[in-house]
């Protein structure tokens, strides 16, 4: 009689195993997916930017906080210890886009700010129409 | 006859007007040589030589001497009697009417009548040519000469027939003596007889006494009427001798007078009738010692002046004319006008009566007449030093005449002209390196050599460029003045060419158009730059390279640079409104300052034209206040 072969033995062990990972992996996905929903709902308390109006007269909006979601398009400036000021592009669903400089303050500095990456930040309005970020998640 | 004699006669006589003769033969030298017969010449002996410059060629103008030597001649000017007759025979008609005609047959037959050779007697001769004197006499060209001909010949008739008388009453008085002394022969021979006989008586004594007295008083009565008679003889003896020497003396003087008018036909009638009249075989010229006739016979002919030689020399001064007149006509046949002229004005110096020179035809007479004018118009134009119009006549006199020799008067004209010229040229070198006084010399040089030199135009026209350049140049400097305040270079620019000389000499207004002109050339370059960008697509860069232009103060109203920027503006409207929204923003033109706004319009021009420095230096500026670099 030929003998039985070990992958057939080695088969009946693993299967169990494999449907076990799939599961942790959907369930990663879906815990990203839910984080994601729900940091963006973080900031969506905040009203999102008018980027139009803020383009045209930011001082109106001075004292105003606001929700950014945009692509960084370039780091205009970086200190050590004073912060860095990037520049962010936004395009909003409603079809308006824009690009404005938020000042990334010295105390959000451990956050890495890469250029081309999608980030959502909370900003402040302040003075002269500067807006100056509270909070910023990436995407 | 002799040559020489001629030629002394023709001194004797007013000197025709000469044409001009550029041979340079002068008439002491070569007075045979003037001449294409050889032996007769109009001269005039010269009293001086003028020194000339350069040679014989150039002119001279003696107006005390009214003469003008030019090439070692002289000539007479104008002004002498016998030219201006010339020139009037030049310029009249030929005497050709029927009167004329009439006129020089009656000549023929008087003279035909009263010649030796004819086979008539005497008084024949004499009565017939008598008969047309009063004829010729009608004609007015004669001016009554043979009217004064036949009174002279009356005259000498009247001396003759009064001589005559005399001559009977001479043989009348002679006849008388005889008859005189026979009786007085006749009564001493009676008286002899008487006191020979002896007497008786007392009173015979007496008687014989008395008859002796009575016939001694006869006879010395006798002798006194002889006497008387032999006085009045000879008394009447010398007065017909004078009456007819008389008589000849003037009829001679007419002759003589006859033979200097050049009226030659009428000496030789003359001296035909003279030999009719007297007929005694005494020719001797009875004229003053040391008169011009006298000369021309005794020094000239080297002879007695009788009648026969008067005669002969007025028949070889017609025959001279003759061939003169021949002469001209043969030169005028081969268009030498220059000799033909010289012929034809030899001929009326000697026979302006005579027929061969009165019946010129009109046309050769005009065609010397002009050549004469011309030729006087040269020697003018060359005393005056206007060579220009003597380049213009020496050319007209050789068209005209084939033997005018205008080498000596070329040759002058050129060196003359070339001095001027070299003056001018000199007084130009002068002008151009401002050395007025040079300038001064050189043009009174120029002027006194060539007055009419048209190169002196040139000079008055740089004068007066001069003039009106420095009136310009005020004009010039106040135009650019204006543009300057009014910020306009580039007027100033276009116009540089005339500002530039203009404002040389101050020293702020130069340096002002040569930076004008340096910033304008940036312009230009900028908008050739521009240009090329815009070739290639690269209308963005265009825009802001000129903008960048615009922006300077000094350039800010160039019209070619805001022209160029408008051209693009259709291309690159995005990009400029983008920053000027930016810029707005970002100055508060509207407000206060708003940074954030400026922010994203220069972001948003960056995005359209990611090389815009307008852009990146918006983006710089304002990044400074948000984040300055180091801590202030």
């Known amino acids: 009689m030929a003998r039985r072969s070990r992958s057939k ?12 990972g799939i599961a942790v992996v959907v369930a990663l996905v879906a815990a990203g997916f839910f984080m994601s929903k729900s940091s ?12 139009v109006d803020y383009r045209d007269n930011a001082n109106s909006l001075s004292g105003n906080q606001y929700r950014l979601e945009g692509k960084v ?20 669903s409603n079809g308006d886009s824009g690009a404005l400089s938020v000042v990334i303050p010295p105390e959000l500095g451990e956050i890495n700010i890469e250029r081309g990456l999608q980030y959502s930040m909370h900003i402040e309005i302040v003075s002269t129409g500067i807006a100056r970020a509270v909070a910023v998640k990436a995407k | 006859m002799k040559s020489s004699a001629l030629i002394l006669l023709a001194t004797c006589l007013p000197l025709a007007a000469q044409v001009y003769n550029p041979t340079g033969a002068t008439p002491q030298q070569q007075p045979a040589n003037n001449s294409s017969s050889g032996d007769t010449t109009i001269v005039r002996q010269p009293k ?68 030796p050779q004819r086979s008539a007697p005497m008084s024949q001769k004499l009565r017939e040519g008598f008969r047309l004197l ?4 009608s004609y007015p060209g004669d001016a009554k000469i043979c009217d004064s001909l036949g009174n002279a010949i009356y005259t000498a008739m009247l001396s003759k027939m009064n001589s005559r008388q005399l ?11 005889s008859r005189l002394i026979r009786n007085a022969d006749i009564t001493a021979e009676g008286n002899k007889l008487q006191q020979a006989q002896p007497t008786s008586s007392k009173k015979g004594g007496k008687q014989n006494n008395s008859k002796s007295v009575i016939t001694s008083r006869e006879l010395r009565n006798y002798d006194k009427r002889i006497l008387e008679l032999e006085a009045m003889q000879k008394a009447n003896r010398v007065k017909g001798e004078a009456a007819i020497i008389s008589a000849k003396v003037q009829y001679q003087g007419l002759l003589t007078q006859l033979f200097l008018q050049r ?3 009428h000496v030789v009638m003359g001296c035909r009738f003279y030999n009719l009249i007297f007929g005694d075989g005494d020719n001797k010229l009875r004229i003053k010692k040391g008169s011009d006739v006298d000369k021309f016979f005794s020094e000239g002919m080297g002879t007695v002046a009788t009648v026969a030689g008067l005669d002969s020399a007025a028949n070889e001064a017609i025959r001279k004319s003759d061939s003169l007149v021949e002469a001209f006509n043969n030169h005028i046949s081969h268009k030498e ?3 033909g002229s010289r012929r034809l004005m030899e001929a009326f110096a000697i026979g302006e009566f005579m027929a061969s020179v009165q019946t010129v035809p009109a046309e050769q007479r005009r065609i010397i007449l002009e050549y004469v004018q011309d030729s006087f118009s040269l020697v003018k134009a060359m005393d005056v030093h206007d060579y220009s119009q003597a380049q213009i006549i020496v050319q007209s006199l050789k068209e005209q005449s084939s033997d005018f020799d205008s080498t000596a008067v070329d040759g002058a004209i050129a060196a003359y002209t070339r001095v001027a010229n070299s003056h001018v040229r000199a007084a130009k070198m002068a002008l151009l390196q401002q050395d007025m006084a040079k300038f001064e010399t050189e043009l009174k040089n120029a002027t006194e050599v060539w007055p009419t030199n048209p190169k002196l135009n040139e000079l008055d026209e740089l004068l007066d460029r001069g003039a009106s350049q420095l009136d310009t140049a005020g004009t010039l400097v106040n135009d650019f003045d204006r543009l300057l305040a009014d910020k306009n270079y580039r007027e100033i620019f276009n116009r540089r060419y005339e500002f530039v000389p203009a404002v040389k000499d101050d020293i702020q207004r130069r340096d002002a158009i040569e930076q004008i002109i340096t910033n304008i050339m940036v312009i230009e370059q900028g908008l050739k730059r521009a240009e090329s960008y815009s070739q290639k697509g690269l209308d963005y860069e265009a825009w802001e390279s000129l903008r960048q232009l615009r922006d300077k103060p000094e350039f800010s109203k160039d019209a070619e640079l805001g022209r160029a920027i408008e051209q693009l503006a259709s291309n690159t409207a995005e990009l400029a409104r983008a920053l000027t929204r930016a810029q707005e923003l970002e100055e508060g033109r509207f407000g206060k300052p708003q940074v954030g706004s400026a922010m994203s319009w220069y972001l948003e021009a960056q995005r359209i034209y990611p090389g815009s420095q307008y852009a990146k230096d918006g983006i710089n500026r304002l990044l400074d206040i948000m984040l300055p670099e180091s801590s202030k």
Request: charged share 25%; proline share 6%; hydrophobic share 35%.
């Open chain 1, 9 to 20: 033995k080695k088969n009946s062990n693993q299967a169990p195993m494999l449907i076990i």
């Open chain 1, 73 to 92: 398009i370039s780091k205009q400036r970086w200190t050590a210890d004073r912060g860095q000021v990037v520049a962010v592009q936004v395009d909003q």
């Open chain 2, 134 to 137: 009063p004829l010729a006499a």
């Open chain 2, 167 to 177: 001559k009977d009453m001479m043989e009348d008085m002679e006849k008388e003596k």
């Open chain 1, 40 to 51: 963006s709902k973080e900031f969506s308390t905040l009203q999102e930017i008018p980027i």
């Open chain 2, 48 to 115: 001086e030589k003028a020194a000339s410059p350069i040679g014989n060629e150039i002119p001279f103008l003696d107006p005390n001497q009214e003469s003008i030597t030019f090439g070692g001649m002289t000539f007479p000017l104008l002004e002498s009697r016998l030219g201006s007759q010339y020139q009037s025979y030049l310029a009249a008609e030929p005497n050709l009417s029927d009167e004329a005609t009439g006129y020089r047959q009656a000549i023929e037959d008087i003279l035909a009548a009263t010649s």
């Open chain 2, 263 to 265: 009226r030659f036909e």
């Open chain 2, 337 to 339: 006008l220059h000799n």
